[in-house]
């Protein structure tokens, strides 16, 4: 008799899409020949305002302070999904092993977004040669830092925390510091750079996206298969028939907040600027929603 599980196990045809994906997005890349796009752009991001540079440095300052904190605060709280078993489980993950979430790579994006303008706006203050490649870093940094950003805020405020409050658990550990760096401010700051610099954003950059979702679930298997032996997101686990399909809409979701981020930076600031306020205002969530039934045993 033929075993049921081997055969819902839709692993290959998951592993399949992530080649065929990469693979389009690579040419796609290369037929519109995104580096030079990448180039046209590059000037736009460039300023020479003393106070963008302390702005930048100042967000710099608190996405490294995040990710110091992160580092010691100590055990944290993450609800997962083994790879073998397919079963739910909470785990406590300490040091660098907190990385492996999709919000640790947005504050890491945040982070490096700024860490390279910040360099090359120090270079071209004291007129020094900028390679090519860290002003091709910094957009990629930046479209791809701002659409996870936004995607982040809006998953953990409408999906997640209601999820928390619904199942009744003590969430009070969402809104810690380094929490509320990658959940809120990463999207406020560099929403406040999108408007500072009005940057020339090209719908082409949604690639960049797309791409960077790819690589996230790749990372992700390759953790589960050779490092944790779990899934931090349930539905990204590569067995379930609809799974190939769920990896190309994580990326496709970075995609489209891209697409809708690069429309609002064609707009003049006396309507962007009331767009985004009104769009971060309806994604960020600064305070736990307790429910007066919550099960505060699960805290840890």
């Known amino acids: 008799m033929t075993d049921a599980n081997a055969e819902s196990d839709y692993t290959p045809y ?20 995104l580096i030079s796009h990448l180039d046209d752009s590059a000037s736009s991001f460039q300023s020479s305002s003393s106070l963008v540079l302390v702005w930048r440095i100042s967000c710099l300052l608190v996405g490294l302070c995040a990710i110091v904190y992160m580092l010691k605060c100590g055990p944290g709280n993450m609800r997962v999904m083994s790879l073998r078993d397919s079963e739910e489980l909470i785990l406590h993950p300490d040091g660098i092993s907190k990385f492996v979430t999709f919000s640790s790579w947005t504050l890491l994006s945040n982070v490096a977004y700024f860490l390279s303008s910040i360099i090359y706006h120090v270079l071209g203050k004291y007129e020094f040669s900028t390679p090519n490649l860290l ?31 619904r199942i ?7 809104f810690l510091f380094h929490e509320q760096i990658m959940h809120n401010f990463a999207a406020i700051f560099l929403a406040v750079e999108l408007i500072l610099l009005q940057p020339e954003l090209k719908p082409e950059f949604a690639i960049i996206g797309l791409f960077i979702g790819i690589i996230y679930v790749a990372f992700s298997y390759l953790f589960a298969y050779f490092g944790g032996g779990y899934i931090v997101y349930s539905f990204l686990h590569p067995k379930p028939k609809i799974a190939p399909i769920l990896v190309f809409v994580l990326a496709g979701m970075i995609s489209l907040f891209y697409t809708g981020l690069w429309f609002v930076s064609t707009l003049e600031n006396v309507l962007a600027i009331p767009i985004l306020i009104l769009w971060i205002s309806v994604i960020v969530q600064f305070r736990a929603t307790h429910n007066e039934l919550a099960n505060e045993t699960t805290a840890s």
């Open 14 to 33: 998951t592993i399949l899409t992530i080649f065929v994906v990469t693979a389009l997005i690579v040419f796609f890349a290369y037929s519109i020949d």
């Open 168 to 174: 009744g658990r003590n969430h009070d550990h969402m």
């Open 135 to 165: 002003l091709q870093l910094q957009i990629v940094t930046f479209c791809t830092g701002i659409a996870m950003a936004f995607m982040t805020a809006t998953i953990v405020r409408h999906i997640i925390l209601p999820d928390e409050v």
